[in-house]
């Protein structure tokens, strides 16, 4: 027995080796995601429980939907950059997001992506944005009195009539800060915030008629005053002039313009593999411990859910 002692006793010192390696050895991880629904919609809805569940089951990224006020009707009631301050506040107090993060925005959801990105001082890095259907140019209507309604109607926040664009920048609270269309209040800082951005992924679907003009998804919209014809994005003032760094991002083949079959927020499982999933798997480099890397692993283990697609159809 004494002869088996001696290579047993040399075989502790490989093993310390090999944990040490295991506890120091740089490992890459997909960064989580926010997910932010659209007007009328709340977290636990079945739509929106089933897309974070399947896309982070699908590129391994954990994802988190950020609730604001008590859902379904705070969407509606509350201003937008009241909205956008309460998810701020959120994604700050958030340890998971601290080494940076991506964010899906859908419909309305959008705009409060924006304000993360652009307003949010003191927040996580935010890596890749993906817009599903938002309204970035505007929503076109006639029949909602801007202001008026700042203060307890959201959407009100994002009307845009072409024909009354001097109603539009004094009335409208949000997208024009947001958007830096004021001219002696563009400020840079939304600028260089905006076009850090690693992708900007804009979809547009080809049937909505929810999102009026389908082409604001993309920063397109009317021409002041001219309600004849609808701009490509690289067309408008906002992005020849680079007022948030659209121009700017697209210059460097940053910016994927998609387009996609169906109505509003029609996307299927498809769509979502090809054209989400690529920018929620990209990885991070981060040291790692035999605890953590664990953990890691055992959060990829996501259960399996059946759920039929729903449609969304928000007036």
């Not at 830096?180 to 400020?187: G, H, L």
């Not at 210059?251 to 029609?266: M, N, Q, S, T």
């Amino acid at each position: 027995m004494a002869s088996l002692q001696l290579p047993m006793r040399m075989m502790i010192l490989p093993m310390m080796v090999i944990s040490l390696v295991l506890v120091s050895i740089p490992t890459s991880a997909a960064l989580p995601f926010v997910l932010l629904h659209g007007i009328g919609g709340y977290c636990g809805e079945m739509f929106y429980s089933w897309f974070k569940t399947y896309a982070g089951s699908v590129s391994g990224s954990t994802g988190y939907c950020i609730e604001i006020g008590n859902g379904a009707p705070d969407s509606w009631t509350m201003p937008l950059h009241e909205q956008a301050r309460i998810a701020c506040e959120k994604v700050k107090q958030m340890a998971e997001l601290k080494d940076g993060y991506n964010i899906v925005g859908i419909s309305q959801g959008n705009l409060i992506a924006r304000g993360l990105i652009e307003l949010c001082d003191g927040g996580p890095r935010v890596n890749n944005y993906i817009s599903l259907g938002g309204p970035q140019a505007g929503l076109i209507s006639f029949c909602m009195p801007l202001l008026h309604m700042q203060e307890h109607m959201a959407p009100s926040g994002y009307i845009k009539v072409p024909t009354d664009i001097r109603g539009y920048l004094k009335g409208c609270k949000y997208l024009p800060r947001i958007n830096n269309e004021i001219p002696d209040q563009r400020n840079a800082t939304y600028k260089k915030r905006f076009s850090s951005l690693k992708n900007l992924v804009l979809i547009m679907f080809e049937e909505d008629t929810i999102v009026v003009p389908k082409e604001t998804a993309w920063f397109g919209f009317y021409p002041d005053g001219d309600l004849t014809k609808i701009l490509p994005p690289q067309e408008t003032k906002l992005y020849t002039e680079d007022w948030i760094g659209l121009r700017t991002l697209d210059e460097a083949k940053k910016v994927h313009f998609i387009r996609l079959p169906g109505i509003h927020i029609g996307i299927t499982p498809a769509g979502i593999i090809e054209n989400v999933v690529p920018y929620l798997k990209e990885q991070v480099l981060a040291k790692t411990t035999i605890k953590g890397w664990s953990s890691l692993v055992s959060n990829t283990m996501t259960d399996l859910i059946a759920a039929k697609e729903k449609r969304l159809l928000h007036k």
